[in-house]
């Protein structure tokens, strides 16, 4: 479950700390920001397996039609949006540790969001370390980023085709 934690999060983090006072400021500022509790408001994954979307992918390799392809993206991001990030909240910590749930299971861990608030990592130097992106981060909303890949043989011909999972996750502050 922790694994789900984790990717579901691989969100937030904070500052590294360094001796100059306006750097200093600058984190203290980006993780004001950060510090609090957030719930995913939306959700969007984007499938790309060897190099085409997974439309096309199904439309050329499993001969379906563009419609039934279509149908079956929809419901693959409707079943991991649901398996993912159903009721999801996160707290992050002035001290750099988060809390999470999912479903009513909790989790935590440590965070650290980049000086430039590009990155937040979480549960750094573990086996469950996790970096997303920081593609907006305001006092009430923020939108993390990560990119998952992987190797599956999906047409089951002998080769494993590249899986590339996008996701985008927009959380609020509450």
Same mark, same amino acid.
């Given at each position: #479950?922790?694994?789900?934690y984790l990717f579901a999060f691989t969100l937030i983090g904070l500052s590294t700390f360094s001796a100059c006072n306006n750097d200093e400021e600058?984190?203290? /500022?980006?993780?004001?920001?950060?510090?609090?509790?957030w719930e995913e408001s939306a959700t969007t994954f984007e499938y790309t397996i060897n190099d085409q979307s997974l439309v096309d992918y199904l439309?050329?390799?499993?001969?379906?039609?563009?419609?039934?392809?279509?149908?079956?993206?929809?419901?693959?991001?409707?079943?991991?949006?649901?398996?993912?990030?159903?009721?999801?909240?996160?707290?992050?910590?002035?001290?750099?540790?988060?809390?999470?749930?999912?479903?009513?299971?909790?989790?935590?861990?440590?965070?650290?969001? +980049? /000086?430039?608030?590009?990155?937040?990592?979480?549960?750094?130097?573990?086996?469950?370390?996790?970096? #997303?992106?920081?593609?907006?981060?305001? /006092?009430?909303?923020?939108?993390?980023?990560?990119?998952?890949?992987?190797?599956?043989?999906?047409?089951?011909?002998?080769?494993?085709?590249?899986?590339?999972? +996008?996701?985008? #996750?927009?959380?609020?502050?509450?």
């Amino acid at each position: #479950m922790k694994k789900i934690y984790l990717f579901a999060f691989t969100l937030i983090g904070l500052s590294t700390f360094s001796a100059c006072n306006n750097d200093e400021e600058k984190e203290t /500022a980006a993780n004001a920001a950060l510090v609090g509790t957030w719930e995913e408001s939306a959700t969007t994954f984007e499938y790309t397996i060897n190099d085409q979307s997974l439309v096309d992918y199904l439309v050329d390799e499993l001969d379906l039609s563009e419609a039934e392809a279509e149908a079956y993206a929809n419901l693959l991001e409707d079943v991991y949006g649901e398996l993912l990030m159903s009721d999801l909240t996160v707290t992050f910590n002035s001290n750099n540790t988060y809390s999470s749930t999912v479903d009513g299971e909790t989790g935590t861990g440590t965070y650290a969001l +980049s /000086a430039d608030k590009k990155t937040i990592t979480l549960d750094a130097g573990t086996q469950d370390e996790s970096v #997303m992106s920081v593609k907006s981060l305001t /006092a009430t909303q923020m939108v993390v980023a990560q990119e998952l890949g992987f190797q599956d043989d999906l047409n089951e011909d002998g080769t494993d085709e590249d899986i590339l999972v +996008s996701v985008e #996750m927009t959380l609020t502050k509450k």
